[in-house]
Structures are given as C-alpha cells and as structure tokens.
C-alpha cells in the first residue's frame, strides 16, 4: 500500500543500513583505486583518512593554528550570521506581504525576480557593493535564502482560510492579535521545514565564495588543499560539512515538534 507507515525499528535499520552500504562501496572503490596505483590519493583509504583529519586538528608548523578550528569558526560565524538575517528578513517581508494587499503588490515582483538570481552569479556585484569582507558572506547567504522563505510565508499565509479570520474578528480580535496569534501560529512550522532546505543552498552559497575569496574558513582550506591533491583533507572537511547540516535539520525538527504540536499531529 502507498505511503504505508513503518515500524520506528525498521525506519533505523533501513537507514543504518543504507549508511553502511555507502561507507562499504566507498571502502571498495578506495582498495581498487590503490590496487590500480598505490600513489594515487584521489580515493583515500581510512587509515590516511585518518592522518588528513589529525593533521586538521593538530598544531600547524607552519601557521600555527590548527585548521579546524580556525576554519570551523570563521564558517560558523558567516553561516549563522547569514542564516539569521536572511531568516528574521524573510519572515517578516513574508508575513507583511500576506498580510498586506499594498505590501504584495509592492514586494512580490522584485522578489519573485531576485528568487531567480544564483548568488554565485552575482559575487563580483557583492564585491563592489559590501566589500569582500565577512560582510560579504553575510549578505550573500542571506539574499540567497531571503527571497524563496519570504515567498514560502507568503504563500502559507495567502492559504490561511478566511472563515478563521471572520471567526477570530467577531470574538473582538484586533489586527495585531489575529496576526501573532492566529497566522504566525498557523504559517511556523511550513516556515521552519522550509529554514530546514534553505541550509543545504545557504552553506554552497558560503563555501563558493569562500573558494574565491577566502583566506580561512571550509571553503578555503578545500580548494586549498584539493589544489594539493590532499584529499585525505578535503574529504574530512566533507562529512563535517553533512554532519553539520544533518544536524541543524534535527535541531529544527526537534524545534518544529515542540513549538507547533497541532501541525506534528496532523502530519
């Protein structure tokens, strides 16, 4: 039958099985790659897997700092600064928008026109605009996600049924009661799954421009390294970068269920 639920025991085997299915074709293709020629370090085997992450943790000789760390902070800092501005942005341009004929007709244009935008397309304008500071990275990230979450509250707000609105009117609700106790209650949890898919986009965004024009952070120390064919780095780097965003996405989920019970009921 579609769309059958499952027993919780069998949704984690299924999942820590495909894990292992994927770690065991990795381990496969690594011993072929170094039966194919033993120099070859494009597919690490797990032992110097292990050397790139201890020498991204250790003391540099050369820097004196240890890599990790210091990339881990400048990207953490950029991404969460980015991930707020845009968010706090989005919801409030979305919910105005809503809420507001004059502000939809003023504001659904140009957003639905930036929304098509790639903002790797357009880092020389971030260049000339804010610099190439962490400004820029902030600004980036945020523009990159500002204009699909602000058209996603939007739109979950056009949905909200009038015949609550009339309801909430003739038990004597003002204008400001119904929108934060009515609306934004009903319009935050599509609003956080859709924060959830903006972290993916939101750190492509940081890493690109890190790429270019960085001189710390994730971004830099892969192109850095990948330069060097140092994969035993860059794959490292990789898995912290999905371990990271994996769990933001339970954070959020988390924060979805006990903030809006009613909506993980009816889902």
Request: net charge positive; aromatic share 10%.
């Amino acid at each position: 039958m579609i769309r059958r639920s499952i027993r919780p025991h069998t949704a984690l085997a299924l999942g820590v099985l495909s894990v292992l299915l994927l770690l065991a074709a990795y381990t496969a293709l690594a011993i072929r790659q170094y039966h194919r020629n033993p120099d070859d370090t494009t597919i690490p085997r797990w032992n110097q897997l292990q050397k790139g992450f201890v020498s991204a943790i250790e003391v540099n000789k050369r820097s004196g700092d240890r890599w990790l760390v210091a990339d881990a902070l400048a990207s953490g800092q950029r991404l969460f600064l980015g991930l707020g501005c845009g968010i706090l942005a989005a919801f409030g341009l979305g919910l105005l928008m809503g809420c507001s004929p004059c502000a939809e007709a003023a504001l659904n244009p140009p957003l639905s026109l930036l929304a098509k935008v790639p903002p790797t397309a357009a880092l020389a304008v971030f260049f000339v605009l804010v610099g190439t500071g962490n400004n820029m990275y902030v600004a980036m990230i945020a523009f990159g996600i500002l204009p699909t979450l602000a058209m996603t509250v939007y739109l979950a707000v056009k949905e909200f049924p009038d015949e609550l609105l009339f309801k909430a009117y003739t038990l004597g609700a003002s204008n400001t009661e119904v929108v934060w106790n009515i609306i934004v209650r009903q319009v935050l949890p599509r609003f956080i799954d859709a924060v959830r898919l903006s972290i993916g986009p939101a750190m492509v965004y940081l890493i690109a421009a890190e790429m270019v024009v960085g001189d710390v952070g994730f971004g830099y120390r892969i192109r850095l390294q990948s330069k060097l064919l140092n994969m035993s780095v860059v794959y490292p780097y990789l898995a912290l970068l999905a371990g990271f965003g994996f769990g933001m996405d339970y954070l959020l989920t988390r924060a979805r269920r006990r903030l809006c019970p009613w909506y993980q009921a009816a889902s």
